[in-house]
């Protein structure tokens, strides 16, 4: 079965500063997606970022950028230049068929 | 971009009644629909698959005869809370995944805007 982890409960970070969010996942496919979606107060979920796991490069959306280390199974975002608007939770996830969810990071970003 | 609705975006009900939430591709045919249920400062749990015109498929302990799903067309799909509890109370979010010339589109799945239900 496939498990998405995320170590960090609750980070913050200072605004203009650069922050990374971790996540490990479990799985015996090799051909899959992985997503960091973004869930403001409002819960509308917004997808961040995405990267297709037969591709090396990793993947780059502006601010927000990942770490994908497919041998260790290891998919962290970094977001650079910090702003207020980024506050939120922060949800890594892993598809191969069906989307499954690591438990999120709630990230503070203090002015 | 690709827009998926739900109505009611809040919804209160007394317990042992049920409720209707629907889920609607605004702009593009969405072969199969996610419903997730989400608890307070809790990640999104999967309750059930639906593919238009098939039964859906549920997730282990989720029960099938509570949460009715019906994926009619290729842009509704609906979740019916059967006997509401209070235990219940959530909110509820759907999702939906499109296809393209043919070819389901895995890379990206496009989120509702999620129902809260209440059960009193």
């Known amino acids: 079965a496939q498990t998405v982890t995320q170590s960090q409960p609750e980070m913050s970070v200072q605004e203009a500063e650069t922050v990374t969010l971790s996540c490990t996942y479990d799985?015996?496919?090799?051909?899959?997606?992985l997503f960091w979606y973004k869930q403001p107060p409002s819960r509308q979920m917004i997808l961040v970022i995405r990267?297709?796991?037969?591709?090396?490069q990793n993947a780059t959306e502006n601010r927000f950028s990942v770490n994908f280390q497919k041998a260790a199974k290891s998919f962290s975002l970094k977001i650079s230049d910090s702003q207020l608007g980024d506050t939120a939770m922060y949800f890594c996830?892993?598809?191969?068929?069906?989307?499954?969810f690591g438990p999120g990071t709630s990230l503070s970003v203090i002015p | 971009g690709a827009v998926v609705s739900q109505h009611p975006s809040w919804v209160i009900c007394k317990s042992g009644t049920s409720v209707k939430i629907e889920c609607r591709s605004l702009?593009?045919?969405?072969?199969?629909m996610f419903w997730y249920r989400q608890f307070p400062k809790q990640s999104l749990m999967l309750m059930a698959t639906?593919?238009?015109?098939?039964?859906?498929?549920?997730e282990q302990g989720v029960e099938k005869d509570k949460f009715l799903i019906n994926h009619a067309s290729l842009t509704l799909s609906t979740l019916t809370v059967t006997s509401a509890h209070p235990e219940d109370s959530s909110f509820y979010i759907c999702?939906?995944?499109?296809?393209?010339?043919?070819?389901?589109?895995?890379?990206?799945?496009?989120f509702g805007p999620g129902t809260r239900l209440t059960v009193l």
């Open positions: 999702s939906a995944r499109g296809e393209l010339a043919g070819v389901i589109v895995y890379n990206e799945q496009f």
């Open positions: 799985t015996s496919e090799s051909n899959y997606y």
């Open positions: 990267q297709e796991a037969y591709k090396q």
């Open positions: 996830a892993f598809t191969y068929d069906k989307v499954i």
């Open positions: 702009d593009f045919q969405a072969t199969t």
């Open positions: 639906s593919n238009e015109g098939s039964k859906a498929t549920y």
